[in-house]
């Protein structure tokens, strides 16, 4: 539908695609630029942080038509002057890995999902179950007391008295439509399995109080 849009108005698609290997439940990636007609039209921009677990190395990519390329470098070179070169080393090392790599990524983390998924679900939440990224959306109304009346409270609230750390989902929206993130706290499953497993345990005291 993207697509066709973009052909009908004859636009430029910019696409981050930095999720392209953190898919779950047999989920494929399908690169927009793939699509007929679209590989003329389209920015795809993607980095190594999400993939290798990396963020703040902050090295990425754009691949698009050498004109709109062009157009980025010329822009880019306000923004960010460079990268160490050390780092760029690296990130050439990390995107020739054998596949075996990205395999093994997409099932350690379709096992962190699966994992977090039940433990919020058991605490009560009413989970919004991702096919891609390693957060999670939760609704999070049944569980918090009536004196929590949104995003940014419940997560000032979940810190002080679970001891688990959430972000404000209304953060993500534009301001005309905060409300719609009012009753949602997103939760990161990139973690190591000792620090979701406490969060676990801190989670399940949720039932309790």
């Given amino acids: 539908m993207i697509a066709d849009l973009c052909r009908k108005h004859q636009v430029v698609a910019i696409t981050d695609e930095v999720y392209e290997h953190i898919l779950y439940d047999g989920i494929a990636h399908t690169r ?7 590989a003329e039209r389209t920015v795809t921009i993607s980095s190594l942080g999400k993939t290798f677990s990396v963020t703040g190395w902050k090295i990425g990519w754009a691949i698009g ?32 890995l054998p596949i075996k790599y990205f395999e093994e990524l997409q099932a350690s983390f379709q096992s962190k999902r699966n994992r977090m998924l039940e433990v919020l679900e058991q605490a009560g939440f009413r989970v919004l179950k991702p096919q891609g990224s390693y957060f999670i959306m939760a609704d999070w109304r049944a569980v918090a007391p009536r004196s929590v009346e949104d995003d940014v409270q ?13 972000i404000p989902s209304s ?6 439509d905060k409300e719609l993130g009012r009753y949602l706290a997103r939760f990161a499953i990139c973690k190591k399995d000792e620090t979701l497993a406490a969060a676990a345990e801190r989670l399940a005291r949720l039932g309790k109080l």
């Fill in 32 to 38: 927009l630029a793939t699509l007929p007609g679209m």
């Fill in 171 to 176: 953060a993500f929206y534009q301001e005309s």
């Fill in 154 to 166: 419940f997560a000032r609230w979940l810190i002080t008295h679970i001891g688990v750390a959430c």
């Fill in 65 to 96: 038509p050498a004109d709109l390329v062009n157009a980025i470098n010329r822009a880019h070179q306000f923004i960010t002057f460079a990268v160490a070169s050390p780092l760029q080393a690296a990130a050439a090392l990390a995107v020739s």
